[in-house]
C-alpha cells in the first residue's frame, strides 16, 4: 500500500489515471482542443433542406429478393412506410417524395433542428429509415427471408428558393416517369419472349412517344392507365384532420400508422400519400399550405 501511495504522488501518469478528479481536469484542459477540429457543417439560414436517401446497389438486392419487375408494389409499399417514420419522428419535415429505391425528405426552410447541423440531420434520417425498411420488412415480405442487411446512402442539398426546390422535385419525378415508361416496355418486350439483348435494341433510339406506341400497339397497353405510383412514386405530405372521439392507440391514415394518437375531437397532424403529378403547378395550389408562406416561389 505504501509503494503504492508513493508511486501515486511520483509519477504523474498514474496518478491522474488514479484520480479521477484529475482526470477530469486535464480532459477539460489539455484534451479539449480536439473538439476544435470537427468542422462547422451548419446548413445556411433561409434554405430549403433536402436529404436524399438511396438504396445502395439495390439492382443486387432488388434481384437477390425477387422483387417483382418492373415495380414491386410490396417493396414501394415499405418504402413509404419507412419514409413515414422518418416523419413521424422528424416532425419539421414537410413534404417527402418516393420513387423506386430513393425518397427526398424536404423540411422547413425555418427549421432549427440539431442547430440545422448536416452531419447530424443526415445520418439521423439514413439509420432511421434503414431501421424501420428493416424492422417492417416482414409485414411487406412475410414469405421472403431478409438476406442480408440493407443499406442507404444519404445527401444533403440545399436549395435558396422555392424555384429550384420545385424544379428539383420535377427533375425526380421526371427520372421516375423517364425509367418506369422504359422498363414497362423493356419487361413487356421480354415477355413476348424476346432476350434482354433484343428489348434493348428495339428501344434504343426511341423517344417517350416511341415507348408509348410499342406498349399500344404491340401490348394493348395504355401506358396513362398504369398505377399512379409507378408513373408518379409517392409524396408524403401532412393534412389537417378533425378527429372523431377516438380510444387511445395510434390513428390509422390510409396504409399508414400515424402515431398521433388523438382522444378527445381537435385538429390532428397526419400523413397522407399521393401519386400525383407534382411537375404541375396544380398540385402546389391545391396544397398551399405544404410551401406555406412560401408559396410565392421566393
Ligand atoms: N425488380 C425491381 N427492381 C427495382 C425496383 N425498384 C428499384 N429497383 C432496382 O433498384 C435500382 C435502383 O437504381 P440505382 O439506385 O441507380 O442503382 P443501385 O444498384 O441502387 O446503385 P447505387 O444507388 O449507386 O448503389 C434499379 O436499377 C433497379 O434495379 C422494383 O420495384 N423492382
Ligand atoms: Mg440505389
Known amino acids: 500500500m505504501l509503494s503504492l501511495l508513493r508511486l501515486y504522488n511520483t509519477t504523474p501518469q498514474l496518478s491522474y489515471i488514479l484520480n479521477p478528479h484529475k482526470l477530469q481536469i486535464m480532459a477539460k484542459s489539455r484534451f479539449e482542443y480536439v473538439k476544435k477540429f470537427e468542422q462547422d457543417d451548419r446548413c445556411l439560414l433561409g434554405c430549403w433542406i433536402v436529404v436524399r436517401i438511396d438504396g445502395r446497389s439495390f439492382h443486387k438486392f432488388t434481384s437477390e429478393h425477387l422483387?417483382?419487375?418492373?415495380?414491386?408494389?410490396?417493396?414501394?409499399?415499405?418504402?413509404d412506410v419507412a419514409a413515414c417514420s422518418v416523419m413521424e419522428e422528424f416532425r419539421d419535415i414537410i413534404f417527402a417524395y418516393g420513387q423506386s429505391d430513393e425518397y427526398s425528405f424536404i423540411f422547413d426552410r425555418k427549421m432549427s433542428l440539431f442547430n440545422r447541423r448536416s452531419s447530424k440531420i443526415l445520418t439521423n434520417l439514413v439509420s432511421l429509415f434503414t431501421s424501420s425498411y428493416t424492422y417492417n420488412w416482414r409485414i411487406h415480405f412475410p414469405n421472403t427471408e431478409l438476406k442480408y442487411p440493407p443499406a442507404f446512402d444519404g445527401r444533403v442539398v440545399l436549395y435558396p428558393n422555392t424555384i429550384v426546390l420545385k424544379d428539383y422535385l420535377s427533375w425526380r419525378q421526371a427520372d421516375c416517369h423517364i425509367n418506369n415508361l422504359y422498363n414497362t416496355a423493356f419487361w413487356e418486350i421480354v415477355k413476348s419472349g424476346k432476350s434482354h439483348v433484343e428489348a434493348a435494341a428495339r428501344l434504343k433510339d426511341t423517344f417517350s412517344s416511341g415507348k408509348n406506341e410499342i406498349l399500344f400497339s404491340e401490348f394493348g397497353i395504355n401506358y396513362?392507365?398504369?398505377e399512379p405510383r409507378y408513373r408518379k412514386g409517392s409524396c408524403l405530405f401532412w393534412i389537417d384532420k378533425m378527429t372523431e372521439k377516438s380510444p387511445e392507440g395510434p390513428d390509422t391514415v390510409g396504409e399508414f400508422i400515424t402515431g398521433g394518437a388523438c382522444k378527445k375531437p381537435r385538429v390532428c397532424r397526419e400523413i397522407t400519400v399521393s401519386h400525383e403529378d407534382i411537375i404541375s403547378e396544380v398540385f402546389w395550389s391545391n396544397h398551399p399550405q405544404i410551401l406555406g408562406q412560401d408559396i410565392v416561389n421566393s
Open 224 to 226: 396513362n392507365k398504369i
Open 67 to 79: 422483387f417483382a419487375k418492373p415495380n414491386d408494389l410490396s417493396a414501394l409499399k415499405l418504402m
